[in-house]
Nanobody
């Protein structure tokens, strides 16, 4: 069982940066693939980025070059550094954990990111 708690969201202007943090409970954090997803108003949830337990990272095309995912296994934390934010990045951002590629069993409650133009 893994519990995930996101933080770091807020209201920013276009071009600003934010860093989201996801704190995970449990002793086996390092064995999980961790992902960030987002859901904009009126839209479905979409993949943003993932970092595998062994450290490989993958990004959605619309965030490549702007967002960076990282993890600190000693602190049971995964981060999402978001730079050059755009109004279309406005969404609730969710942290997720799983042990199989592409499958996420555990989800956080989400943190709101709002980017004004």
């Amino acid at each position: 069982q893994v519990q995930l708690v996101e933080s770091g969201g807020g209201l920013v202007q276009a071009g600003d940066s934010l860093r989201l943090s996801c704190a995970a409970s449990g002793r086996t954090f390092s064995t999980y693939n961790m992902g960030w997803f987002r859901q904009a108003p009126g839209k479905g949830r979409e993949f943003v980025a993932t970092i595998r337990s062994v450290g490989g990272t993958y990004y959605a095309d619309f965030v490549k070059g702007r967002f960076t995912i990282s993890r600190d296994n000693a602190k049971n934390t995964v981060l999402l550094q978001m730079n050059s934010l755009k109004p279309e990045d406005t969404a609730v951002y969710y942290c997720a954990a799983g042990t199989r590629d592409g499958e996420y069993r555990y989800w956080g409650q989400g943190t709101q990111v709002t980017v004004s133009s």
